[in-house]
């Protein structure tokens, strides 16, 4: 068995603790929970031969009064960026959460979730904001937390960026 750490970043109330729930538990709360610190899952998945072990650290949300630790992400071996289609804000906090990051423990797979596709009506972030990231290699996901849309599909992808092809 393969064990791989991965962070979830992104600022408050992007929905990264709802997407951790929905993939490890199947499951969706309207409620709101602040996570204070971080909150660790796990699920092993099937990866071609190799069942891996993901060890999720759901991150307290960064904004302006509170910065994230880069110490929480000692160790990790992936990072899904976390932002909500309907405030595009979030999305440039987590293009600027990224280089920071990247900046203090180097590259690390990484996948951008573009979180409530449910609500695509009420996007702020348009085709050509998605095309321009793809452009700059981003491995971009819409998801949705409390339908489930594209949610295992991302941690699939990530889980099979991190162990080897055979």
Known sequence: MVRKKICLLGTSAVGKTSLVNR????????????TVGVRISK???QIDSNRVEMLIW???????FQKLSTSYLR????IFMV???SRADTLESAKLIYRRVSG???KLAVCLLLNKADLQEDW??????LANLKSEGWKIFLTSAKTGTGVEEAFETLASMLVPNE
Not at 58 to 64: A, F, T
Not at 75 to 78: D, F, H, L, R
């Open 124 to 129: 702020e972030i348009s085709d050509d904001d």
């Open 75 to 78: 160790g990790a071996s992936g």
């Open 23 to 34: 993939f490890v538990n199947n499951a969706f709360s309207e409620k709101y929970l602040t």
């Open 58 to 64: 759901d991150l307290n949300g960064e904004d302006r």
């Open 43 to 45: 699920k092993t998945i």
């Open 83 to 85: 932002a909500d289609g």
């Open 104 to 106: 203090d423990v180097g």
